[in-house]
């Protein structure tokens, strides 16, 4: 197993009402096995080019056949996240979508 997952990003999105996500961009990032929260927030102000420290996202994911959607809210939701990603193969499934 890889030290890096990759995984596809959905920004600026909102779910709708059938547990899709709508978002206006997608992006495909690396994320470190052992990232933490904190860490993962800061890539995405990266990428948003947002610094504020205050500036607060909710991220999530579906699981599929398990609506409604997974929020990772912490180092633990996040490590759950990362070693479910882990066992899936297809980089397409198991998005982060970022509200």
Not at 26 to 53: A, C, E, V, W
Not at 78 to 86: A, D, H, I, S
Not at 89 to 95: E, M, N, R, T, Y
Request: net charge negative; hydrophobic share 40%; aromatic share 12%.
């Amino acid at each position: 197993m890889d030290d890096v997952l990759l995984v596809m990003l959905k920004l600026d999105g909102t779910w709708m009402s059938d547990y899709t996500f709508s978002s206006l961009d997608t992006f495909g990032i690396r994320i470190g096995l052992h990232s933490s929260y904190t860490s993962l927030l800061d890539m995405l102000r990266g990428i948003l080019n947002q610094y504020k420290p205050n500036h607060s996202f909710r991220i999530s994911y579906m699981v599929d056949g398990c609506p409604p959607p997974v929020f990772i809210v912490d180092d633990e939701t996040l490590k759950f996240y990362l070693y479910m990603k882990c066992l899936q193969s297809d980089v397409a499934k198991l998005p982060l979508c970022v509200e």
